[in-house]
């Protein structure tokens, strides 16, 4: 009887395993970048006709139309990767234009590799949730972020730290879930 | 001090690579070293053989590292900090993956075990299934002595 339940309890050990191997997203890397400064960069601000984005360019970056991490210092934002030949993006951004329309935090775009014109119809067609849209435009700030498969989200608290990071596409039930809360904690 | 050691380590490789540059073993060390690190996109490959498009980015990034003159080390930890060690196809050695890294001999230590345990009983199982004279007489005494040609499934 003995020599029969070894094999079975190896076997049911296997299933286990393996059963819990299905639950993992392999895709999803941890990032180890969650609970460090988020990195720095100095890069040009998306040029997009419209008075929202103007006025708040010109509040963030007054002078030169630039962005750096750290003009958003003191407040929780989010950090959206994204570009316009992003198929799930297209998925993503009625969720970000709605979460924009609540005014409960700063969006801010990072237009990664991507052509401004294409960036700029876009935003003109699908509506436009960013305070700026920065232009990543030969994707090393993506790496510098650990950024490998776009749309992906940061939560950056009021020391510049990130919190978060979400990757693939955010959903309603994500932001309700994790990122929300997490923000709404972070700004306590 | 350590720090110290390191960076002076660091500046030695440094110059050393400088002197590399110029010859043509530059693109090879980008190879090796590509195919040390996994492409985040189409995870079974490396950046070696990866054409997605990350993957030629981060191709650009080795490339100009080892043009900066940076120890392999170096590119390493640069690719590790921005993406985990997963980058990596060799994980290194601590805590979270030290079943990764036993576990396979710790295995074949056990089932190496398992089997000398096996063939041990067994060399010692005949001994105790033999028959005595005692239990030899019982047998005949139940079945009745051996007749040749009768059946052993007959029904007389």
């Known amino acids: ?17 393996l059963a819990a191997g299905l639950t993992l997203d392999p895709r999803e890397v941890p990032s180890p970048l969650i609970g460090k ?21 010109r509040r963030l970056a007054p002078s030169a139309r630039r962005f750096a991490p750290s003009d958003m210092r003191g407040k929780v934002w ?21 979460l924009s329309k609540k005014n409960l935090l700063p969006i801010l775009g990072l237009n990664y590799k ?8 876009w935003l003109t067609q699908f509506g436009n949730p960013y305070q700026v849209s920065i232009v990543d435009a030969d994707g090393r700030t993506g790496i510098d972020y650990g950024v490998y498969g776009v749309p992906e989200t940061y939560v950056i608290d009021a020391e510049g730290v990130i919190r978060y990071k979400q990757i693939g596409p955010l959903t309603e039930a994500i932001l309700e879930q994790k990122v929300l809360p997490l923000a709404m904690a972070l700004k306590k | 001090m350590r720090n110290l050691f390191f960076a002076f380590f660091f500046l030695i490789a440094c110059n050393v690579n400088a002197i590399e540059n110029t010859d043509p073993n530059t693109e090879q060390r980008i190879r090796q070293l590509s195919e040390k690190l996994r492409c985040l996109v189409c995870q079974n490959q490396s950046l070696a053989e990866s054409n997605a498009e990350l993957a030629q980015d981060l191709r650009r990034q080795l490339r100009e590292q080892v ?4 120890s392999d080390g170096e590119i390493m930890d640069y690719l590790v900090q921005r993406y985990g060690d997963f980058v990596l196809y060799e994980p290194p050695f601590k805590a979270s993956t030290a079943l990764l890294w036993i576990g396979p ?3 074949l230590a056990a089932a190496l075990a398992a089997l000398v345990a096996i063939l041990r009983r067994r060399r010692r199982a005949p001994e105790e299934a033999a028959l005595g004279p005692e239990d030899q007489r019982l047998v005949a005494r139940v079945l009745g002595p051996a007749e040749p040609g009768n059946k052993p499934d007959g029904d007389s």
């Open chain 1, 1 to 17: 009887m003995k020599r029969f339940l070894w094999p079975l309890g190896i076997f049911i050990l296997l299933v286990g395993f």
């Open chain 1, 37 to 57: 400064a988020a990195p720095a960069f100095d890069l040009p601000v998306l040029q997009q006709p419209g008075e929202r984005f103007d006025a708040a360019a």
């Open chain 1, 78 to 98: 989010l950090l959206n990767v994204w570009a316009s030949w992003c198929v799930s993006c297209r998925d993503e951004h009625p969720v970000l234009v709605e």
């Open chain 1, 114 to 121: 991507d052509k401004d014109e294409d960036a700029q119809r």
């Open chain 2, 67 to 70: 043009a900066a003159g940076r």
């Open chain 2, 105 to 107: 001999f710790a295995l």
